[in-house]
Structure formats: structure tokens, C-alpha cells
């Protein structure tokens, strides 16, 4: 049995992917210590680790919250490590953590890095700008240019992340020398022939569990003739309710059954009256209503994107920021999504790329994606590399 300690930021697109590996390290045997925010406590100890409390006892659920508090949080982060570090075998730190190469110079241990998401290099942040035609321009030509990249480092790095990375493509990249985990199938990694002469390992992305809902009306989604609708901003970018209000209305007096998640309490009441085709929640058991739905709205987060498209299920994406512009040009790339950027998002929008998803049923795309996920060795996978090492 090895003594384990993970750590992350406690932002639920962030440590959500790592869960389940904390989950198969501890079936595994192992003992397993997850250093994060006291919000993820019960989802930890769901998996069977212990939490170690660090920084706010609140989760990330804004931007605004990142950029306020995310200096303090890494910069806590990095320390608790390093104060820990002696009491552990092995330390995963995961995120976007600008300390990975640090603490391996530091620490006797080997520190193994795992990311959200799938691993950058230059060529693959080049191709994705390039696609990304949803995103801004000025984050668009920032990315797809180094010299600007590290000028915004050199600006933003201090002041966010208390580090001074070198150029912000080094947080995504693989950090470890021993071994780098991404949640990401071999298939949905762009140019992944440039990762395999890298300690670079492709687990594969693992289905969101929900939370049990007894209140949540599962049988009418699965009594309902027509389309059942799912429309989900995830956990932080959900305040944009116009964008609920658009998909609502493009479904107003169709055969469809609508069922909208806010992603947070106060925006049902914000939302006002819906029709009687909609299910309005602020949270709903999303990979239950998945297994229902026939069409999903979703920003495109990496659990969304997966989520969907482990359910089967045709998704229309509206990135706003972050990671999502990425996963949703990369579905649309691979034939297993469409993007509808955030300026066309209205009613008629909406409803004609709606009736013209939900005619062409699941793509092939998205099949041969889904089975890359299905085919690829999983948390299971990932515990025996970091065995490997261990040994």
C-alpha cells in the first residue's frame, strides 16, 4: 500500500475529472489524502480518500472568485505540499498547478502531474486557435502567438497564480518527467503523435456520477413521445439565463420536453414562469437525464463534453470560456458535435440547428468517439502506471 496525495483547486471543473482516480487508488489499496477546498469534502470522502482542507471552505463557482482568490489558493497549494510531502510516496498535484516542475526538483518523492483536460504544445494550441472561430478575436491571436503569450504570462501570471510561468502554454503541457495523466481518450487528444515520446498517459474520461434525486420526474422523460431537450451551463458560466430563455423559447409549444438546469438556486426564481413542456431545476441527476435525452445545450466543459458523449448523446455546444472553446471545435472537428458560438445563439438559431441534429440522430463521429472513450484503460489504467513507478 502507498501513502498518496492529490491536490487540486477546489473548482468542480477542475477536481471532477480527478475523482474517480482518487476512487481506484483507494480500491486499489492504497491510502489516499486529497488536499483541497472544504466545499469537496463529501464528493472526497465518496471516493473513499480523506481530505486535507486547504484555502476558502468555498467552491470556485465564478471567475471573478479565481481571479480574487487564486493566488492565495495556488500559492497555499504549492506550500501544503511541500509541508506534507514527507509523509507520502507519491504526490498528484492536478489542475493547472505552476509549481509541478518546482516541487520535482524539491522533492525526494515523484511527483506525477495529472491534468483536466488534454495536453497542449505549441502545435496543438496553434491548430485549436485556429478552428476556434467561436472564440474572440484578441484571445484567439494571443494564444496563437508565443511572444504575446508570455507578455500576458509575465502580466497575469503574478497576479493570478502567484508564479511566474515562462508563457502560459507550460501550465498545459506535460509537466511531470516521471508521468503526466489526462482524462482525455488517444482519439480526442489533437496531434497526440506528438505526446508519445512523453511520460504521457491517455486514461480515458469516466462519467460523471449523479447525486440521487428522488424528487428529479426521471418517468416522464421516459414516458414522453416526443425529444427530451437537456440544456446545462454547468457550474460556473451559468448566469447567462438569456441563453436559457433563447433555448426555452425555440422549444415554446413543440413536441419536445425541455429540462434546463440553472447551476444555481436563484436563477429559477430569475427565470420566472416556463412553459409546461419545461423542467426547470436548479440541479438536476445529469447522467440519468442523459440517458433520456435525444439533444443536449451545454457550454462544452470537459465533464459535459464527455458526458454526452459517453450517453450517446448529439450535443450542441456554446463555449464561453475557459477550456470549452477547445472541446467544443475539437467535437465539431471530429464530426461529433456542432458549435453554436454565443453571438447567434436566439430562438430560430437555436430551434433550426436543433430540428437538423435531432433529424441526423448520433453521428458516426460520435460513435467512434464514444468507443475511444469506452476502449481506453480508465482510472484501473492509470493506478497501475503510477504502481509501475511506485515500484
Given at each position: 500500500?502507498?501513502?498518496?496525495?492529490?491536490?487540486?483547486?477546489?473548482?468542480?471543473?477542475?477536481?471532477?475529472?480527478?475523482?474517480?482516480?482518487?476512487?481506484?487508488?483507494?480500491?486499489?489499496?492504497?491510502?489516499?489524502?486529497?488536499?483541497?477546498?472544504?466545499?469537496?469534502?463529501?464528493?472526497?470522502?465518496?471516493?473513499?480518500?480523506?481530505?486535507?482542507?486547504?484555502g476558502p471552505d468555498v467552491a470556485v463557482t465564478q471567475p471573478t472568485q479565481l481571479a480574487l482568490h487564486g493566488r492565495r489558493m495556488f500559492t497555499a497549494m504549492g506550500a501544503s505540499i511541500r509541508n506534507l510531502a514527507h509523509h507520502y510516496d507519491v504526490m498528484i498535484p492536478g489542475a493547472i498547478n505552476p509549481e509541478v516542475p518546482e516541487l520535482e526538483r524539491g522533492l525526494d518523492a515523484p511527483v506525477i502531474f495529472f491534468t483536466p483536460v488534454f495536453f497542449q504544445n505549441e502545435r496543438v494550441m496553434q491548430h485549436l486557435a485556429g478552428i476556434g472561430t467561436s472564440m474572440p478575436g484578441p484571445a484567439r491571436r494571443v494564444l496563437?502567438?508565443?511572444?504575446?503569450?508570455?507578455?500576458?504570462?509575465?502580466?497575469?501570471?503574478?497576479?493570478?497564480?502567484?508564479?511566474?510561468?515562462?508563457?502560459?502554454?507550460?501550465?498545459?503541457?506535460?509537466q511531470s518527467s516521471v508521468l503526466n495523466i489526462s482524462p482525455a481518450s488517444r482519439y480526442y487528444q489533437p496531434f497526440v503523435e506528438d505526446f508519445d515520446g512523453l511520460p504521457c498517459f491517455f486514461?480515458?474520461?469516466?462519467?460523471?456520477?449523479?447525486?440521487?434525486?428522488?424528487?428529479?420526474?426521471?418517468?416522464?422523460?421516459?414516458?414522453?413521445?416526443?425529444?427530451?431537450?437537456?440544456?446545462?451551463?454547468?457550474?460556473?458560466?451559468?448566469?447567462?439565463?438569456?441563453?436559457?430563455?433563447a433555448i426555452i423559447d425555440a422549444?415554446?409549444?413543440?413536441?419536445?420536453?425541455?429540462?434546463?438546469?440553472?447551476?444555481?438556486?436563484?436563477?429559477?426564481?430569475?427565470?420566472?414562469?416556463?412553459p409546461d413542456n419545461v423542467i426547470l431545476r436548479s440541479f438536476v441527476p445529469q447522467a440519468d437525464v442523459l440517458r433520456e435525452a435525444d439533444l443536449c445545450f451545454t457550454h462544452g466543459g470537459f465533464g459535459s463534453t464527455t458526458?454526452?458523449?459517453?450517453?450517446?448523446?448529439p450535443a450542441i455546444f456554446t463555449p464561453m470560456g475557459a477550456d470549452q472553446f477547445f472541446n467544443a471545435h475539437r467535437m465539431e472537428e471530429l464530426g461529433a458535435g456542432r458549435v453554436l458560438a454565443w453571438r447567434d445563439v436566439d430562438p430560430a438559431s437555436v430551434r433550426a440547428l436543433a430540428d437538423e441534429v435531432l433529424a441526423a440522430g448520433p453521428t458516426p463521429g460520435l460513435e467512434r468517439l464514444r468507443q475511444s472513450f469506452v476502449d481506453s484503460p480508465g482510472p484501473r489504467g492509470a493506478v497501475a502506471e503510477i504502481e509501475r513507478i511506485l515500484a
Open positions: 500500500m502507498a501513502r498518496i496525495l492529490m491536490a487540486g483547486l477546489p473548482a468542480y471543473g477542475l477536481a471532477n475529472p480527478s475523482l474517480p482516480f482518487a476512487r481506484a487508488l483507494v480500491d486499489a489499496g492504497h491510502q489516499v489524502d486529497y488536499l483541497m477546498g472544504e466545499a469537496f469534502r463529501s464528493r472526497v470522502e465518496a471516493t473513499g480518500a480523506s481530505l486535507v482542507p486547504f496563437a502567438t508565443p511572444a504575446l503569450r508570455r507578455r500576458a504570462a509575465r502580466i497575469v501570471g503574478p497576479l493570478l497564480l502567484g508564479a511566474h510561468p515562462h508563457d502560459f502554454l507550460d501550465l498545459l503541457r506535460p486514461a480515458g474520461p469516466t462519467a460523471t456520477a449523479s447525486l440521487p434525486d428522488d424528487s428529479f420526474p426521471l418517468e416522464r422523460l421516459r414516458d414522453h413521445d416526443g425529444p427530451v431537450v437537456y440544456a446545462t451551463l454547468g457550474t460556473v458560466f451559468n448566469r447567462r439565463l438569456d441563453y436559457f430563455r422549444f415554446r409549444g413543440s413536441d419536445a420536453l425541455v429540462v434546463v438546469t440553472t447551476g444555481r438556486e436563484s436563477s429559477v426564481a430569475d427565470m420566472g414562469p416556463v458526458d454526452t458523449v459517453l450517453a450517446g448523446v
